[in-house]
């Protein structure tokens, strides 16, 4: 246990200092006697931390407010502009990358599409992090990179753990990225990161208890219940696209090995599948042509069956639909789904909200956002080492 006293100190002020860094970011700008305040930390241990806080450009200094007398209180603040992080979306057909200050300003963006499987995606991840590395004005200041991925992903140990459009299963690619940057590293689901995103400070801020449905190329889901993400023993809890929509003759062979599941059909792969382009299915439905309005009916058939089953067991507030088949449809599909949920749900579950963003959101930016959250967490959790 001795040998272990000097690390244990080490990394209890270093927790200190994230208390403070995290108290500056959310709360900002502070003066050095509320964070002593807030933190119940001493006086002497607020001016060392914020000393080194200054040292490193984390932190700036403001002009004092005016005061009656006495010593004015300098307040604190985050020096965001001059510090960086990363984004990249790891799509089935493209990967896009942007470089954000930690105040949120876009410094430059790149979107690198799918030519072909030759090297995708790892090869596409490394080209657009090395075009957005020329931009960093200044590379020391670069504190992540954070990665949205179209797949299964276990953020704990940076790994994806399946996705068949990106042709990765058990993929340590937070370790690759670390290796070839000397960067930190933080991989999230889409879903799951649109989902955290829209809880935190977006259209579903004031739920506690909502779904996130992603249609795509392939179809994701991500559950909050009581304001917490479930993510399932193994990570890989929401997987909607796989609730089975068809049995018998009709249903189709999965890539996940079954049969009748709403991805065969309801998702851009599956629309693939029977011929259809996602644009020329949407034209040919706000043009009435009775092959796009059959293929139209079938998909909202199908997402309706699988999402009155879904709100009548998880009876959520709200229910968030995005994606590019929904950005592309929505004005057909929400009354469609509206009108069937109102007759397959129980009374009890009628609640329910269904709502769209008016586009699906940039993820490389909410990517690039988990390396800014990242930088300020307090990892209370090493506190039982
Ligand atoms: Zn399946």
């Known amino acids: 246990m001795q040998a272990n006293k000097p690390t244990s100190n080490k990394l209890l002020k270093s927790i200190n200092q994230q208390k403070v860094l995290r108290l500056i970011y959310t709360d900002g700008p502070i003066s050095r006697v509320e964070l002593a305040d807030k933190t119940g930390l001493t006086q002497q241990t607020i001016t060392n931390i914020v000393n080194r806080l200054l040292q490193d450009d984390i932190v700036l200094e403001m002009a004092p407010a005016a005061s009656s007398g006495g010593r004015k209180p ?8 001059s510090m960086y992080a990363i984004g990249v979306e790891v799509a089935v057909e493209y990967v896009r990358g942007s470089l954000m200050d930690f105040q949120n300003n876009r410094i ?33 200041r670069l504190k992540g990179i954070g990665c949205s991925i179209q797949g299964l992903v276990d953020s704990s140990q940076g790994t994806v753990i399946y996705s068949p459009g990106l042709g990765f299963r058990n993929y340590p690619l937070r370790d690759r990225l670390e290796e070839a940057y000397g960067l930190p590293v933080s991989l999230e689901n889409d879903v799951n990161l649109l989902a955290l995103v829209e809880n935190l400070k977006g259209t579903l801020a004031a739920s506690q208890n909502n779904i996130t449905l992603k249609f795509d190329y392939g179809i994701g889901g991500a559950i909050v219940v009581n304001s917490q993400l ?18 018998g003759e009709r249903a189709l062979k999965c890539h996940c090995g079954a049969k009748g599941c709403l991805t065969t059909i309801a998702s851009i792969s599956g629309l693939r599948r029977a011929n259809w382009k996602l644009e020329a299915l949407r034209s040919g439905v706000r043009e009435q042509e009775p092959e796009a309005a059959a293929k139209f009916n079938h998909i909202a058939d199908a997402i309706g069956l699988a999402l009155s089953n879904v709100i009548t067991f998880l009876n959520p ?64 959790e090493q506190l039982s080492l």
């Open 74 to 81: 300098v307040p604190l603040v985050i020096d965001g502009s």
């Open 230 to 247: 479930c993510s399932g023993a193994n990570h890989v809890a929401g997987e909607f696209g796989h609730f089975k929509v068809e049995t």
């Open 108 to 140: 430059h963006e790149v979107t690198k599409r799918k030519e072909g499987p030759e090297g995708y995606p790892l090869n596409y991840i490394i080209g657009a992090v090395d075009e957005l590395l020329l931009h960093v004005p200044d590379r020391s």
């Open 317 to 380: 507030e709200h229910v968030l639909l995005t994606g590019a088949l929904v950005d592309e449809l929505k004005d057909e599909l929400l009354p469609v789904l509206r009108e069937r949920i109102g007759i397959t749900v129980p009374e009890t579950c009628k609640g329910v909200e269904l709502i769209v963003l008016p586009m699906t959101p940039n993820e490389s930016i909410s990517a690039a956002g988990l390396v800014i959250n990242e930088f300020f967490e307090v990892p209370l």
